[in-house]
C-alpha cells in the first residue's frame, strides 16, 4: 500500500516538474518571440523618430536586423556550450535576464548607434532561451510523447508577435520595449517548481564525456553534415520571416497593393498563420509519427503560398494580408524543425546543437538580405525578382538537406556522443 501511495506520489510530483519546466519554456518562448519581432513592427516608427527617412529607412533597418542577427549567432553559440557545461536551467533564465535588461534599454536609445548596440546585446540574449527550454522540455518528456510538449512551447511563443503588434498599436515604441523587458524579468519569478533534466544530471556524472564541445560537431564529417542539414532545413522560414515579411511595405509599393501596407500588421498576421501551422504540424507529426513527412508537407505548401505572394498584383491590403497569414502558416513547422535537432544528437552537446541551431538559421537572415540587396542592384531595384531567386535557393537547399535526414520520432534520448 506503502509502494502504491510511494508511486503515486512520484508520479504527481514528475507531472508539477514537467508542467512547470513547458509553462516556463512557453512563456519564456513568448516574450523571446515578442521581443524579437517587435523590432520588425515597430521598425518604421522608431527610426522616423530618429530623424530616418526615404531609403535610408530600408538600409538602416536591415543593418540593425543585421546586427541583431549577429548577436544571436554569437549568443547562440555562448548559450549552447554553457546549456552543456552548467545545465539547461542556467541558459534558460540568464538569457531571459539579458534580454529583458537590453529590452528596456532599447526602450531609451536615441541614436541609431545606440540602437544597434542594444539589438546585438538583445540578439545575444534571445539566443539562449528557445533551445534551453525545448532541451528541457524534450529530456523531461515520455519519448512518445515529445512532439505534444514542443508544440505547446512553440504555439504559445509565436503568439508573442501578434501580442507584440496589439501593443506597437496602442502603444509608443519606447514603451513597447519597456513591456516586453518587463515581462521578461516578471518571469524570473517563475523560476520555483523547475528542475534539471535528470538526463543531464545523469551525463554529468560520466567523467569521460566531453560536455558542451561545439567543435565536437566538426570532428567528424558525419555529425557535421548532419548538424548543417539540421540549420537548412530551417532557412525557408526566416526567409519569409526576414525579407517577405520584414520588408512587406517595400514589397507592397512594387506589387501594387492597393493601399499602404503596415508591417507591423503584416508581422502579426504572418505569426498568427505561424501558431496555426506549428499546432498543426506538431499534432500531424503524433498522427504520423514522423517529423520528415512533415516537414516535406509543409515545404510544398511553402512553395506554393511564396508563389501566390509574388503573383499578387494590384490587390487590396486585406488580401495582402490573407497571403500573409497563409506564408505563416506555410513555414508553421518550426516546432518540428527545433524536435528534429533536438532528437538528432547526444545529451552531452544537445543543448549546443539545439540553441545554435535555430540562431544560425535566423543569422542566415544576413546573407539571405545581403544577397537580396546584391541581386536587386543587378535586377534593376527589383524586389520581386531577388525575392524570387533566393526563395528558390532556400527551398532547393531545405529539399536537399531533408532528403538525407533520418527520420527521429519516438527516439530515446538517452545517450552521448563520443
Excluded at 45 to 69: D, F, R, Y
Excluded at 163 to 190: D, H, K, P, Q
Excluded at 282 to 304: C, D, E, H, P, W
Aim: with cysteine.
Amino acid at each position: 500500500m506503502k509502494s502504491a501511495i510511494s508511486s503515486d506520489s512520484g508520479q504527481e510530483k514528475n507531472t508539477k516538474i514537467l508542467s512547470a519546466a513547458v509553462i516556463v519554456a512557453s512563456l519564456g518562448y513568448f516574450v523571446d518571440i515578442y521581443d524579437l519581432l517587435l523590432f520588425s513592427i515597430i521598425r518604421v516608427p522608431s527610426l522616423q523618430s530618429l530623424g530616418l527617412s526615404g531609403t535610408a529607412l530600408t538600409n538602416e533597418g536591415i543593418t540593425l536586423l543585421n546586427v541583431q542577427m549577429i548577436g544571436l549567432l554569437v549568443g547562440g553559440i555562448f548559450w549552447g556550450i554553457l546549456g552543456d557545461k552548467k545545465g539547461r536551467l542556467s541558459v534558460l533564465f540568464g538569457s531571459i535576464f539579458i534580454y529583458s535588461v537590453a529590452n528596456i534599454a532599447n526602450g531609451f536609445a536615441n541614436s541609431v548607434e545606440s540602437y544597434g548596440f542594444w539589438r546585438f546585446i538583445a540578439g545575444f540574449g534571445l539566443a539562449g532561451e528557445l533551445g534551453a527550454g525545448i532541451t528541457l522540455v524534450a529530456e523531461l518528456m515520455p519519448k512518445e510523447k515529445r512532439g505534444y510538449a514542443t508544440t505547446v512551447v512553440a504555439s504559445i511563443g509565436v503568439s508573442g508577435a501578434v501580442v507584440a503588434y496589439f501593443i506597437a498599436e496602442y502603444f509608443s515604441w519606447r514603451t513597447s520595449y519597456f513591456i516586453g523587458g518587463g515581462l521578461g524579468l516578471s518571469l524570473l519569478l517563475l523560476r520555483v517548481g523547475v528542475s534539471e533534466s535528470g538526463m543531464f544530471g545523469k551525463s554529468k556524472k560520466e567523467e569521460h564525456v566531453s560536455h558542451g564541445n561545439f567543435f565536437l560537431l566538426f570532428s567528424d564529417w558525419g555529425r557535421f553534415f548532419k548538424y548543417m542539414r539540421c540549420i537548412f532545413i530551417g532557412i525557408p522560414l526566416w526567409f519569409v520571416v526576414g525579407i517577405l515579411i520584414t520588408l512587406s511595405p517595400e514589397f507592397g509599393v512594387e506589387l501594387g497593393v492597393l493601399g499602404p501596407v503596415n508591417g507591423g500588421a503584416a508581422v502579426a498576421c504572418c505569426y498568427g498563420g505561424l501558431v496555426l501551422g506549428d499546432i498543426a504540424s506538431g499534432l500531424l507529426s503524433q498522427v504520423l509519427k514522423s517529423r520528415i513527412k512533415v516537414v516535406y508537407t509543409y515545404l510544398f505548401v511553402a512553395i506554393i503560398a511564396i508563389t501566390i505572394f509574388f503573383f499578387l498584383k494590384g490587390v487590396s491590403v486585406f488580401t495582402f494580408y490573407a497571403v500573409c497569414v497563409a506564408l505563416g502558416f506555410s513555414v508553421g513547422y518550426w516546432v518540428i524543425f527545433m524536435t528534429i535537432a533536438t532528437e538528432q544528437f547526444g545529451t552531452n552537446i544537445r543543448a549546443t546543437v539545439t540553441t545554435t541551431a535555430p540562431n544560425f538559421v535566423r543569422g542566415m537572415v544576413v546573407p539571405i538580405s545581403l544577397l537580396f540587396q546584391y541581386l536587386r542592384t543587378q535586377l534593376n531595384n527589383s524586389a520581386i525578382q531577388s525575392g524570387a531567386i533566393v526563395g528558390v535557393i532556400c527551398l532547393l537547399l531545405a529539399f536537399w538537406s531533408l532528403s538525407k535526414m533520418q527520420d527521429t520520432f519516438s527516439k530515446d534520448l538517452d545517450y552521448t556522443e563520443q
